[in-house]
């Protein structure tokens, strides 16, 4: 069976600052390793690494047990570079924490650039209800691993 190269997902793409994306990744293996409180902290972690360093503004974000939503803009460098950076530093924060190393992530990810006539909200409540699609909760509120701008 052939698997299909992470990168060929973005041929023909290019990024736009101050764009909002949904990117979503998955982990290697799709192992749920984020049903770990501590592990899927790290994980939250490195995306508020990334708004700090100025390259995204995080609006909403679902971390599910074996793959990651997230509602960003991009503010500075390119999507490879925040995703490569956000896997490579949730990677070591993760390795450390379980003895381990090795790949965390599958390679590539999938990026949407929200249109202009697409409701903002209307993605992040999309985003944070994917526990319960999944069946995981009831109610998103019972979620431990989201956040979005609009809660305080």
């Known amino acids: 069976m052939h698997r299909p ?3 060929t ?3 023909g793409r290019y990024d ?3 764009r909002i994306y949904l990117l979503t990744t998955v982990t290697e293996d799709r192992r749920p390793i984020f049903h770990e409180l501590a592990i899927a ?3 939250i972690q490195g995306l508020r690494y990334q ?3 100025g ?3 995080t609006l909403a974000f679902v971390l599910m047990p074996d793959h990651l939503h997230w509602l960003a803009e991009l503010k500075s460098g390119t999507l490879a570079e925040v995703m490569r950076s956000m896997k490579s530093y949730t990677a070591r924060q993760i390795n450390r924490q379980q003895g381990t190393v090795g790949d965390v992530w599958q390679h590539g ?3 949407h650039a929200l249109r202009s006539d697409e409701d903002v909200c209307s993605v992040a409540r999309y985003v944070v209800a994917n526990p319960v699609r999944a069946g995981l909760v009831k109610s998103a509120w019972n979620y431990p ?3 979005a701008v609009w809660v305080e």
Do not use: P
Request: with cysteine; net charge negative; hydrophobic share 15%.
């Open 5 to 7: 190269h992470g990168s």
């Open 9 to 11: 997902l973005r041929k």
């Open 16 to 18: 736009e600052s101050n």
């Open 41 to 43: 902290r790290s994980c």
């Open 51 to 53: 708004d700090e360093a």
């Open 55 to 57: 390259r995204t503004a």
């Open 109 to 111: 990810y999938h990026d």
């Open 145 to 147: 691993h989201w956040d």
